[in-house]
């Protein structure tokens, strides 16, 4: 920003739910000390005149970064020289943050000339006096009343079914996974994902119904496939044993769709196959699913099309009341590729029919990376998408629950790894940061039921095997890693009730959630119970602690937070380790009782608060679970 540059500001303090792009001006003036009003404007001065910042270089970026490559979000320039600031050795930095920047801000070993771009302002910092700190971030509740209720099951899980994610290499009957799935009770098990639509159930005595699959040369997503009995029936009991309902995602035989084109007619005879067996054996499933990401296919060369999707779902719903009249359909699953067309084309026809489709489902996949698992930004970057789906859902099929139906950090690709094990996010601390509040903000906008991808198969995995295989695979009696992500499942799923609140932050650096209600594990902690609200509150900070405030009369607190890097002596958020409240959580099960994962494997912290007005401090890309007491004066 130059001198004498005039910039018109409109004038918004921001709350977590703002855009940040939305209110940069207003919010650089307020850091500035600047004046400003609702439609006026401005002088925004070099902020080089006997202060800390240094001279700005705007639309260039400085390099190379400082080794460990400190960074976090920033929502001005300013506050980016701040990070530099308290960062130890750090006297050069880059703010990616003008539209449609990032908001990144990089902690520079140089100001070498590097990158130019419209969206980016660099500066040193000059010696002096430290920056004073930050006020507390004040969290407030909009209103006492409830905006949306989840299910008791929301935070769930998958299994997919395709090659590449070790379906036909994983022993369900491994005691170690169900002991994982157990800690993660009450749950939904949906068994989907590609591989599905190229699945033959050869479920009869020597599986003649497979007779017709070549053997595997390659192990891809639509990889043909033969689901035998006693695989099946070992799936099966993952589930029964671990208190979790069953979710099939049924074929829809997208390799015969594909060759028919747009005059495909479903081929029920798999489907028939499944159901008989059901009906024989006496196993109850608590819902189906049909066809899985059918639009991802509906351009050449298979033509798909929702009316052919929504009738098969129609028969498919037939066929299942007559033999299992309690289960419940779900659908439609739907992919990245021209989803709004096709729901907005499926529902009419499928919600035409009164109580067919007990929820609706969509598959997202934020791409979240190492540079923007944190950024208040990129995390918001998926408002539209919510808004979209959820108010077309409530005006095509309002008799049907909001599902997000299968969501992930990022897609695992063919090789199941998220992208370079050195840079992908998946299977690390940085992945809890996006999951806790992707969790949080589509039970906020009326989700319902989250289905998280997946408890076990591929990079993204909430488990992982211990063995080094080539590819995801899991042997009878293999020993098994819980991921951070595994944690904050667990965590939450004892600390978080279904009534969800509107809460609001008055820093985009702290992300503010609320709850009431008994949280729906058989070992909720006693004091979230009890609770009158309970607050998730997520530091994207990852430099500084985050003084934070709140009406209440006491709290008892448990934070998931990073390791530290030994190098560095940074919060290591690529680590695959997690603590809570301090403590190293466990990261292998290798037989045996489990006692760690009933209860809450870390004590409380307990607050004791003045005034109604209780003080935390969020450590840098912490995710504390807060249970409050008395917090009715929560409310603006």
């Known amino acids: 920003v130059h001198r004498d540059t005039l910039v018109t500001c409109s004038w918004q303090y921001p709350t977590q739910h703002q855009h940040p792009s939305s209110m940069l001006c207003g919010v650089m003036a307020l850091q500035l000390g600047l004046l400003a009003s609702v439609g006026g404007t401005a002088s925004l001065p070099t902020p080089s005149e006997g202060g800390q910042c240094g001279q700005w270089a705007v639309g260039m970026g400085f390099g190379p970064n400082m080794p460990g490559k400190p960074m976090q ?46 969206t980016m302002v660099s500066g040193g910092v000059d010696t002096g006096p430290a920056f004073p700190p930050s006020p507390p971030v004040r969290v407030e509740l909009v209103s006492n009343t409830a905006v949306s209720v989840t299910e008791p099951t929301y935070a769930s899980w998958n299994i997919d079914s395709s090659c590449n994610r070790g379906f036909h290499r994983t022993s369900f009957s491994n005691p170690n996974l169900l002991l994982a799935a157990r800690g993660l009770a009450p749950s939904r098990l949906r068994f989907g994902g590609s591989g599905n639509d190229a699945l033959v159930y050869g479920l009869t005595p020597g599986s003649p119904e497979c007779a017709d699959i070549p053997p595997a040369t390659d192990c891809g997503y639509t990889t043909p496939g033969c689901l035998n009995a006693s695989h099946w029936d070992s799936l099966f009991s993952l589930a029964k044993n671990s208190g979790s309902d069953f979710i099939f995602g049924v074929s829809y035989e997208l390799p015969q769709a594909c060759a028919e084109g747009a005059s495909y007619v479903w081929n029920a005879t798999n489907a028939a196959t499944l159901l008989a067996y059901l009906e024989q054996s006496g196993q109850k499933v608590w819902g189906f699913e049909l066809g899985n990401e059918v639009n991802n296919n509906g351009g050449s060369p298979c033509n798909a099309t929702p009316h052919a999707q929504a009738e098969a779902t129609l028969t498919f719903a037939a066929m299942v009341k007559k033999v ?39 598959h997202v996949y934020a791409g979240v990376s190492r540079t923007s698992f944190n950024s208040p930004m990129a995390l918001d970057a ?77 990079a993204y995995g909430l488990t992982a095997t211990a063995i080094d295989h080539q590819q995801s695979a899991l042997g009878a009696n293999e020993p098994l890693l819980l991921r951070p992500d595994y944690w904050l499942n667990f965590v939450w799923k004892r600390t978080v009730g279904t009534s969800v609140y509107n809460a609001t932050s008055s820093s985009p650096s702290v992300r503010a959630y ?38 209440a009369t006491g709290y008892s607190a448990w934070t998931l937070s990073p390791t530290t890097n030994a190098s560095t002596g940074l ?57 409050a007491d008395g917090t009715a004066a929560l409310q603006q």
Not at 75 to 102: K, S
Not at 397 to 410: C, L, N, T, V, Y
Not at 442 to 454: P, W
């Open 73 to 118: 979000y920033a929502l001005t320039a300013a506050d980016c020289c701040a990070f530099c600031h308290r960062t130890a050795g750090c006297h050069y930095w880059t703010w990616n943050g003008n539209p449609p920047g990032n908001g990144m801000c990089y902690a520079k070993a140089s100001n070498a000339s590097g990158d130019h771009s419209s």
């Open 324 to 362: 299992l009249p309690d289960a419940v359909m779900i659908g439609p699953d739907s992919g990245y590729r021209d989803w709004q067309a096709w729901l907005s084309a499926y529902l009419p026809i499928v919600a035409a029919e009164s109580g067919v489709l007990h929820a609706v489902t969509h």
């Open 382 to 458: 998926d408002r539209p998408e919510i808004e979209w789906y959820t108010t077309t859902l409530r005006a095509l099929a309002p008799g049907s629950q909001i599902w997000a139906g299968e969501d992930g950090p990022i897609g695992g690709g063919n090789s199941g790894t998220c992208g370079d094990p050195g840079t992908t996010i998946c299977g690390t601390y940085a992945s809890s940061v996006w999951y806790a509040d992707d969790l949080a903000n589509r039970a906020l906008h009326g989700f319902v039921q989250y289905q998280r991808q997946a408890l076990f198969g591929g």
């Open 514 to 551: 609320a709850f009431s209600g008994a949280p729906p594990s058989t070992f909720a902690a006693a004091e979230c119970v009890s609770a009158h609200r309970q607050l998730l509150l997520i530091n994207v900070d990852p430099g500084a602690n985050a003084t934070t405030m709140f009406a």
């Open 571 to 627: 919060p290591d958020p690529f680590s695959s380790r997690s603590n809570l409240n301090g403590q190293l959580l466990p990261q292998v099960l290798d037989g045996g009782a489990a006692p760690f994962l009933d209860h809450l494997p870390a004590a409380a912290v307990v607050g004791q608060c003045a005034g109604g007005q209780c003080q935390v401090s969020l450590p840098p890309l912490s995710i504390s679970f807060i249970c």
